[in-house]
């Protein structure tokens, strides 16, 4: 197995290019309970790709006002400006977008219903996950896996829901790759 390297500043030490549009201000996170879940991805379709379980893109998500969701994952980002990591993988922090092609076919795994509250708590237990330099084997599986622990260990969640929301997302695929 690939040794693991954490990035600084959750991959965003010395990166030159704009974060993702954020449209918090367009879309707002209320004070009511809301369903927050892993969401796993349909595979990109290419020709000649047989896509597996472990190239599915996740992220820890919850719908906000006016159709949005909010995302918490981290992104592969092109960097060739930099000859010592010309892709690395970037957590941005929370990101509220609308919901496009990729959100509206993704499984949905509950995690459970959370008030804003625990959605914040959630959302600074997030910036203490750490972010691995590409190495073969770890991806954005592993983060939100990483942050389903901090959640699990902050007491949000019981480990019976960590475990049936983590086998639930790594076979949600199952039967359609």
């Known amino acids: 197995m690939a ?4 990035l600084p500043e959750q991959g965003r030490y010395g990166i030159r290019i704009p974060p993702p549009l ?3 201000h367009l879309a707002k996170d209320t004070d009511e309970e809301r369903n927050v879940v892993v969401m796993v991805y349909p595979p990109r379709r290419a020709p000649g790709y047989v896509p597996n ?6 992220s820890l998500s919850w719908r906000v006002d006016k159709g949005g969701w909010k995302h918490l994952h981290v992104t592969a980002e092109d960097t060739g400006y930099d000859p010592r990591l010309p892709r690395r993988y970037v957590y941005w922090g929370p990101i509220t977008k609308s919901a496009g092609n990729a959100t509206s076919g ?3 795994v509950p995690l459970g219903r959370m008030s804003l509250a625990v959605r ?3 959302e600074q237990l997030a910036w203490g996950v750490q972010v691995a330099k590409p190495n073969g084997q770890w991806n954005c599986q592993n983060w939100v896996l990483d942050l389903l622990c901090k ?3 902050d007491g949000i969640i019981s480990q019976a829901t960590w475990s049936e ?4 997302a790594h076979h949600a695929w199952d039967g359609r790759l």
């Not at 379980?53 to 996740?58: G, N």
């Open 53 to 58: 379980p472990r190239d599915l893109h996740w």
């Open 22 to 24: 954020n449209n918090d």
């Open 106 to 108: 993704a499984v949905e």
């Open 151 to 153: 959640i699990y260990w």
């Open 120 to 122: 914040r708590r959630i």
């Open 165 to 168: 929301v983590v086998s639930k």
């Open 3 to 6: 040794s693991i390297e954490y």
